[in-house]
């Protein structure tokens, strides 16, 4: 049973830092493309970083580029989200999603609030 579960979400104040987490089981996780994506209310949902199955290519949205570093450990099938300078508009359910082909998996979502 394919499962993403993510972790380390809660409430910063701007400028604060925070570390998204995604633990993967049920597929070979180091075949996959992780992304994060994130959905704040009233919003589509939107892409925020990728990184491929070998760690070796990392790719951003603007908005989060030069702030935020996603980053992977295969032998632990975890991908991190390490989220900086974090400002009011990156207040979002964050979402992990695995991706290969024909597979696309997601996690549950996790709440982001950056908050004074």
């Known amino acids: 049973q394919v499962q993403l579960v993510e972790s380390g979400g809660g409430s910063v104040q701007p400028g604060g830092s925070l570390r998204l987490s995604c633990a993967a089981s049920?597929?070979?996780?180091?075949?996959?493309?992780m992304n994060w994506y994130r959905q704040a209310p009233g919003k589509e949902r939107q892409w925020v970083a990728r990184i491929a199955g070998t760690g070796g290519s990392t790719n951003y949205g603007d908005s989060v580029k030069g702030r935020f570093t996603i980053s992977r450990d295969n032998a632990k099938n975890t991908v991190y989200l390490q989220m900086n300078s974090l400002k009011p508009e990156d207040s979002a359910v964050y979402y992990c999603?695995?991706?290969?082909?024909?597979?696309?998996?997601w996690g549950q979502g996790i709440q982001v609030t950056v908050s004074s």
């Open positions: 999603n695995a991706a290969r082909q024909w597979d696309d998996y």
């Open positions: 049920g597929f070979t996780f180091s075949s996959h493309v």
